[in-house]
């Protein structure tokens, strides 16, 4: 029945918030800067991030009338300048989570609380139909991280609903937007207490496991980790169909290519514009450098009418002295 | 005459050797595609062959430096300011005209004289300017840390790329043209063969 509540609370916020609606002139994507971003529900979150928005939190003990100081569990640090930034800004903390965390000492039994998936509120919802999160889900259901669903893998594991923000639609600078998406990776991948949440699997060392990439660095600065280990789908908008290590994209060539895959991945938000050849051969050559598919067509033009130019003059040359040796011997 | 000697010929080898590595690994890497590039060569073997022999190649033009100034092989590299354009139209006439109407030599080799003025242009720009050049932009590109992250709105790394590419091109196209005109020598193997043996065979008056 709360969860129901929850749900209806949840649909109401997301029709009535002005600033997520779609399709009426108004914009979609409020103001994401944390600083000017006022929520209709700031007050209301504020109670919660007294405490959740810092390493450190207050409280009094009623029973013996003291003032307590305690750690609050990195896990449950959520940063309020973090959370407006997020897809979910708009959102009363209590939209998902129980009404009953307004009451401290919170109850043990709220920590039981079954918690929505992306699905709850996005699936089968025309207002999100362009992000097709039912096809997001079909590919997640077929990738390796779905297996470990039963260990408490879901997709708040990548997509921590506090902190999550499109990124690459709305990229700026691709390089933080990288960084970003290659960070949600790491968060297990390179920390092991939480890698062995899921996976029994030995440490696996990244930097060893990817060292036959040449030029290491620029590979992880450049592009994203789904690059290679995902399986591109072009009718989702990012790929979410993890592939194993033994399925991943090693073959130089598939990027370093005239027809890059990068071209539907990683650029795919890119503008046709963009991409189209231009002085500079659009998105790729002005912003990033892939050999291979860095090919400048007015270089390229130039270098073979240069190079044919000269072996047209050798060849008149070898011509001349075949004439010039007849007649000596004539 | 004995123009060549040991130490040059042996860096000429070597250089030659590594030169055409280079050109193929990098046209490789410059013209793969997902069919896998031309040239045979894989791009994973192609960026590991062109590191290793650019790193030789640079190990190798610091020795030809060294040995120019060591031995005095220099003197055949430096420009004259006198008849310096004329002397290059001079040149460009006899290839041009004057070696098909039996004309002499306008500048026959000589122990003073190794290049004739249009070979010492050539070679001054492709040992002193280009390879340089390429060097530098080719350890940019090695070491993306240590190029300039941007210039004229451009990235810095791209920049590198073209500039080492276009140098690469320009070398490539010496290469070729320094290949034929190796065949104008007495015979069209003799240079050829002057730069195995050390010893330069004089054109016939």
Redesign the interface.
């Known amino acids: 029945m709360k969860l129901l509540f929850t749900k209806v609370l949840v649909f109401i916020s997301l029709s009535l918030v002005p600033s997520i609606s779609v399709g009426s002139g108004r914009a979609v994507v409020p103001d994401r800067d944390p600083v000017t971003y006022i929520s209709p529900f700031q007050e209301e979150n504020l109670n919660c991030f007294k405490c959740h928005g810092q390493e450190k939190y207050e409280y009094t003990n009623e029973l013996l009338g003291t003032q307590v100081k305690a750690i609050m569990c990195l896990e449950h640090i959520i940063k309020s300048e973090d959370f407006y930034a997020s897809n979910h800004r708009s959102f009363s903390c209590t939209d998902c989570h129980s009404e009953d965390y307004s009451i401290f000492p919170h109850s043990g039994e709220l920590r039981m609380e079954l918690k929505y998936t992306c699905l709850d509120c996005h699936g089968g919802d025309d207002t999100f139909s362009s992000f097709s999160f039912e096809g997001i889900d079909a590919d997640y259901r077929e990738s390796v991280h779905f297996k470990l669903e039963n260990d408490g893998f879901s997709c708040w594991k990548c997509h921590d609903p506090h902190t999550y923000r499109i990124s690459i639609r709305e990229s700026k600078n691709l390089k933080e937007t990288i960084l970003y998406n290659n960070n949600i990776c790491l968060h297990c991948h390179s920390d092991y207490s939480r890698f062995h949440l899921l996976t029994d699997r030995d440490e696996v060392n990244l930097m060893k496991t990817h060292d ?1 990439l ?2 290491q ?2 590979h992880f600065r450049s592009i994203r980790c789904i690059e290679c280990h995902t399986r591109i789908n072009d009718s989702i908008l990012v790929a979410h169909q993890v592939l194993s290590k033994d399925q991943a994209v090693k ?4 990027c ?4 890059s895959m990068l071209m539907v991945s990683l650029y795919k938000f890119h503008s046709k514009e963009q991409r189209r050849d231009g002085f ?1 051969n659009g998105i790729i ?5 892939v ?2 598919a ?3 067509s007015y ?1 390229g033009n130039a ?1 073979m009418l ?2 044919g130019i ?2 047209l003059m ?1 060849l008149i ?1 070898i011509i ?2 075949i ?2 040796n007849k007649l ?1 011997e004539g | 005459m004995y123009l060549y000697p040991v130490w040059l010929r042996l860096w000429h080898a070597l250089n030659a050797v590594l030169i055409i590595i280079l050109i193929i690994t990098g046209i490789s890497m410059q013209y793969t595609d997902k069919e896998d590039s031309i040239f045979i060569v894989s791009f994973a073997s192609a960026v590991k062959l062109h590191n290793i022999t650019a790193i030789v190649l640079t190990i190798s033009y610091i020795f030809f430096v060294v040995m120019n100034i060591a031995t005095g092989n220099g003197k055949y590299y430096r420009l004259k300011r006198k008849n310096f354009f004329s002397d290059l139209v001079k040149q460009m006439r006899y290839y041009a005209y004057g070696m098909f109407k039996g004309e002499k030599h306008p500048f026959p080799v000589s122990m003073e004289r190794k290049f004739n003025p249009l070979q010492k242009i050539t070679y001054v720009l492709t040992m002193y300017v280009g390879l340089p050049l390429i060097i530098i932009s080719g350890l940019g590109l090695m070491f993306p840390e240590i190029t300039v992250k941007k210039a004229f709105g451009v990235s810095g790394f791209i920049l590198t790329d073209i500039l080492h590419i276009t140098t690469g091109f320009f070398l490539s196209l010496f290469l070729v043209v320094h290949i034929y005109t190796c065949t104008l020598g007495a015979r069209p193997t003799s240079l050829f063969r002057g730069m195995l043996s050390g010893y330069h065979e004089p054109e016939e008056d």
Do not use: M, Q, T
């Not at chain 1, 073959?251 to 598939?254: D, T």
């Not at chain 1, 370093?256 to 027809?259: E, K, L």
């Open positions: 036959w040449p030029d660095a620029s073959l130089c060539n598939e370093h290519s005239r027809n500079l050559l002005n912003e990033s450098y050999i291979g860095n090919r400048n270089l270098s240069i190079f000269v072996i050798i040359h001349f002295r004439k010039r000596k």
